[in-house]
C-alpha cells in the first residue's frame, strides 16, 4: 500500500512538472515581457543572435532616422534642416551603418566609430555610444501589440530616461522591437 500512495505522488509530481513546464513553453516564452526581458539578456551577455531574434532593427533603426530628420527640421535652423534633408537622402545608409555598428558593439565592445556621415549624424543625435539599458520599467498588451517602459542611461548627461518600446508579433510569432515611440521627446531632452 505505501508503494502505491508514492508511485501515485510521484505521478502527481511529475504532471505538475509537466504543466508548470507546459505553462512556461507554450504561455510565458510567447509573451512581450518574456521578449524584453530576452533583449536585456542579449545586451548583457552580448548575443547579437538572440538581439537579431527580438529587435527589428531595421524598423527601429528606420524610425529612428525618421524621427530624428523630422526633429532636425522642425527647430527651424538652417545647419539641422540641412543635416536632415542630408539623413533622408542617406536613410537607407544610415540604417545599414546602424546596423553594422551594433554588430560591432556586440562582437568586439566598443569596436569602431561611425565611418559614414549619416551614422556620425545619427551617433551625434542620440548619443548612442553613451546609452545603456538600465532596466525594463512595465509591459502593457493590447490589441496585438505591447508597449515596453525602458529605462535606459545616458551616460554623457548622467540621465536616466524612460523610452517607450513598441512591440509587434513577427511572422513567427515571436515578439519584435519594432519602434521607440518617444524618441522625439529624447531628442528635445537631450539638446537641452
Known amino acids: 500500500m505505501n508503494n502505491t500512495i508514492v508511485k501515485k505522488a510521484v505521478l502527481v509530481l511529475a504532471l505538475i512538472l509537466?504543466?508548470?513546464g507546459g505553462w512556461y513553453v507554450f504561455?510565458?516564452?510567447?509573451?512581450?515581457?518574456?521578449?524584453?526581458g530576452e533583449i536585456q539578456q542579449a545586451l548583457k551577455k552580448k548575443d547579437l543572435q538572440l538581439f537579431k531574434e527580438r529587435v527589428d532593427m531595421d524598423r527601429v533603426y528606420?524610425?529612428?532616422?525618421?524621427?530624428?530628420?523630422?526633429y532636425l527640421a522642425s527647430d527651424g535652423r538652417v545647419d539641422h534642416e540641412l543635416a536632415a534633408s542630408l539623413l533622408k537622402m542617406l536613410k537607407k545608409q544610415a540604417v545599414d551603418e546602424m546596423v553594422r555598428q551594433t554588430e560591432i558593439r556586440f562582437t568586439e565592445g566598443?569596436?569602431?566609430?561611425?565611418?559614414?556621415k549619416?551614422?556620425?549624424?545619427?551617433?551625434?543625435?542620440?548619443?548612442?555610444?553613451?546609452?545603456?539599458?538600465?532596466?525594463?520599467?512595465?509591459?502593457?498588451?493590447?490589441?496585438?501589440?505591447?508597449?515596453?517602459y525602458v529605462k535606459v542611461h545616458?551616460?554623457?548627461?548622467?540621465?536616466d530616461f524612460t523610452w517607450q518600446v513598441l512591440m509587434e508579433k513577427d511572422v513567427n510569432g515571436s515578439w519584435t522591437a519594432v519602434k521607440i515611440?518617444?524618441?522625439?521627446?529624447?531628442?528635445?531632452?537631450?539638446?537641452?
Open 18 to 20: 509537466c504543466a508548470a
Open 27 to 36: 504561455y510565458w516564452s510567447r509573451t512581450p515581457a518574456y521578449a524584453a
Open 62 to 70: 528606420g524610425s529612428a532616422v525618421d524621427d530624428t530628420a523630422a
Open 110 to 116: 566598443n569596436g569602431k566609430e561611425s565611418s559614414g
Open 118 to 148: 549619416a551614422g556620425k549624424i545619427m551617433s551625434a543625435s542620440l548619443g548612442s555610444a553613451a546609452l545603456s539599458l538600465t532596466d525594463i520599467l512595465d509591459v502593457k498588451e493590447e490589441n496585438g501589440k505591447a508597449l515596453v
Open 154 to 159: 545616458d551616460k554623457k548627461l548622467d540621465k
Open 181 to 192: 515611440l518617444n524618441l522625439k521627446e529624447y531628442l528635445q531632452e537631450r539638446a537641452r
